[in-house]
């Protein structure tokens, strides 16, 4: 009896974070939780593209049938990487155990479909009523893509940040939250084209679903980097237990910005501030720095200090730092960014001074995904392994529950 009764536990507590997928069972039965986060960036999307693929090839080389939407817990991505996100966490209509793309498959998107997803619109300058862009490609493709694919049916949890304009308010779409808010099971198409609406590049985009109305706008007004979003998440599944993250969070590129001492800026105009983009950025970089202080703070908290890699290029050339330069070139520049990327030191923000440091003894970003690799395939076989001893053990029992919590699979 007393054993029937820790089984119960032990499987009732399994199911407490819903929505993961038959290929990597629930941290319950592991030691971490993992969680991918992709940041914001428009074209530059392929600078995480090319980082994924690296750690995709490092999985396989342990396990040829591996995917990163069955070593990931959780996915997150803002904009560009929200859609990065979905693509990587849709089933494949041929086979839905598989993503519908692989890390290499995104890349060839961004170069195949960037050109024309941003094709500025005929006549369109600053003064121009409405976006840079019309957006009609952008999502033609992604319902093309993406087809019917609804939230809860991704291979794995994810969490893409959208801001509703007239609500005024962030709208995190995430598996967690389908039991509470069902409107949010909507059309994987739908988030994307929402988190992607970049404001002045491209339209505003409204949906419905189960009742409730959307006027969604960029992700990345609420969170460029959605990775404090995604670690919420799953803090709120946990529900105060002792929990141990490994996160992966990787960046767009950013360029240095030049500062203004406040005797000068106290002569600028409302219009210079405007007009310069020096108040969105000022906004921006304060959000991004943010994060990083909130995460450098968290961690140790959650016993997860050396389960954290951010990879990130702190020193983009200004040339590509625009969001829609998808020109042949620009591409060409930002790929070589993701693989110089891979050779460069591991890099952690010190956030008392802003300024990112070389973490000692870690070597490269491609040695630390290496390293990433060997614990996410470990923490999956640990997984699988306990699980089939609970199932065997467990059989009879199981048999007999009907479990509170849905799974997307």
């Given at each position: 009896?007393?054993?029937?009764?820790?089984?119960?536990?032990?499987?009732?507590?399994?199911?407490?974070?819903?929505?993961?997928?038959?290929?990597?069972?629930?941290?319950?039965?592991?030691?971490?939780?993992?969680?991918?986060s992709?940041?914001?960036?428009?074209?530059?999307?392929?600078?995480p593209?090319?980082?994924?693929?690296?750690?995709?090839?490092?999985?396989?080389?342990?396990?040829?049938e591996?995917?990163l939407?069955?070593?990931?817990?959780?996915?997150?991505?803002?904009?560009?990487?929200?859609?990065?996100?979905?693509?990587?966490?849709?089933?494949?209509p041929?086979?839905?155990?598989?993503?519908?793309?692989?890390?290499?498959?995104v890349?060839?998107?961004?170069?195949?479909?960037?050109?024309?997803?941003?094709?500025?619109?005929s006549?369109?300058?600053?003064?121009?009523?409405?976006?840079?862009?019309?957006?009609?490609?952008?999502?033609?493709?992604?319902?093309?893509?993406?087809?019917?694919?609804?939230?809860?049916?991704?291979?794995?949890?994810?969490?893409?940040?959208?801001f509703?304009i007239?609500?005024?308010?962030?709208?995190i779409?995430?598996?967690?939250?389908?039991?509470?808010?069902p409107?949010?099971d909507?059309?994987?198409?739908?988030?994307?084209?929402?988190?992607?609406?970049?404001?002045?590049y491209?339209?505003?985009?409204?949906?419905?679903?189960?009742?409730?109305?959307?006027?969604?706008?960029?992700?990345?007004?609420?969170?460029?980097?959605?990775?404090?979003?995604?670690?919420?998440?799953?803090?709120?599944q946990?529900?105060?237990?002792d929990?141990?993250?490994?996160?992966?969070?990787?960046?767009?590129?950013?360029?240095q910005?030049?500062?203004?001492?406040?005797?000068?800026?106290?002569?600028f105009?409302?219009a210079?501030?405007?007009?310069?983009?020096?108040?969105?950025?000022?906004?921006d970089?304060a959000?991004?720095?943010?994060?990083?202080?909130?995460?450098?703070?968290l961690f140790?908290s959650?016993q997860?200090?050396?389960n954290?890699?951010?990879?990130?290029?702190?020193?983009?050339?200004?040339?590509?730092?625009s969001?829609?330069?998808?020109t042949?070139?620009?591409?060409?520049?930002?790929?070589?960014?993701?693989?110089?990327?891979?050779?460069q030191?591991?890099?952690k923000?010190?956030?008392e001074?802003?300024?990112?440091?070389?973490?000692?003894?870690?070597?490269?970003?491609?040695e630390?995904?290496?390293?990433?690799?060997?614990?996410?395939?470990?923490?999956?076989?640990?997984?699988?392994?306990?699980?089939?001893?609970?199932?065997?053990?467990?059989?009879p029992?199981?048999?007999t529950?009907?479990?509170?919590?849905?799974?997307?699979?």
């Amino acid at each position: 009896m007393a054993i029937n009764f820790i089984l119960f536990v032990f499987v009732f507590a399994s199911q407490l974070i819903a929505g993961f997928n038959k290929e990597l069972p629930p941290p319950t039965y592991g030691n971490l939780i993992t969680i991918l986060s992709i940041d914001g960036g428009g074209i530059r999307g392929i600078i995480p593209a090319i980082i994924l693929d690296q750690l995709e090839k490092a999985l396989q080389a342990k396990d040829k049938e591996a995917s990163l939407a069955n070593h990931f817990d959780v996915i997150a991505g803002t904009s560009t990487g929200g859609l990065v996100t979905a693509l990587l966490t849709t089933p494949h209509p041929n086979d839905p155990t598989r993503p519908l793309f692989t890390p290499a498959q995104v890349i060839d998107f961004y170069n195949k479909y960037g050109p024309s997803i941003f094709n500025q619109t005929s006549g369109w300058d600053a003064t121009y009523p409405g976006p840079k862009y019309d957006g009609k490609f952008l999502h033609n493709i992604s319902r093309e893509l993406l087809k019917d694919t609804k939230l809860h049916q991704t291979l794995t949890n994810v969490v893409i940040p959208t801001f509703d304009i007239k609500k005024f308010h962030p709208v995190i779409f995430s598996n967690f939250k389908l039991e509470e808010v069902p409107s949010q099971d909507a059309k994987l198409s739908d988030i994307c084209i929402g988190t992607s609406a970049a404001p002045t590049y491209l339209p505003p985009y409204y949906f419905e679903n189960d009742g409730d109305e959307f006027n969604l706008v960029d992700g990345g007004v609420a969170a460029c980097n959605p990775t404090l979003a995604a670690v919420s998440e799953v803090m709120k599944q946990q529900k105060g237990k002792d929990t141990k993250i490994l996160l992966l969070s990787i960046g767009c590129g950013s360029k240095q910005v030049t500062g203004f001492n406040a005797e000068d800026a106290i002569h600028f105009s409302a219009a210079f501030w405007a007009t310069s983009g020096l108040a969105t950025g000022s906004y921006d970089n304060a959000a991004k720095d943010m994060t990083e202080y909130y995460l450098a703070k968290l961690f140790p908290s959650l016993q997860s200090s050396d389960n954290y890699l951010r990879i990130q290029e702190y020193n983009l050339d200004p040339s590509m730092d625009s969001m829609d330069n998808a020109t042949q070139a620009n591409l060409e520049n930002l790929a070589k960014v993701g693989v110089s990327l891979l050779s460069q030191p591991v890099l952690k923000m010190n956030v008392e001074t802003n300024v990112p440091e070389e973490k000692i003894n870690q070597g490269t970003n491609a040695e630390a995904l290496e390293r990433l690799a060997e614990t996410l395939y470990k923490e999956k076989q640990l997984r699988l392994k306990k699980k089939l001893i609970m199932e065997k053990l467990g059989r009879p029992l199981l048999e007999t529950i009907t479990f509170p919590f849905a799974t997307t699979s």
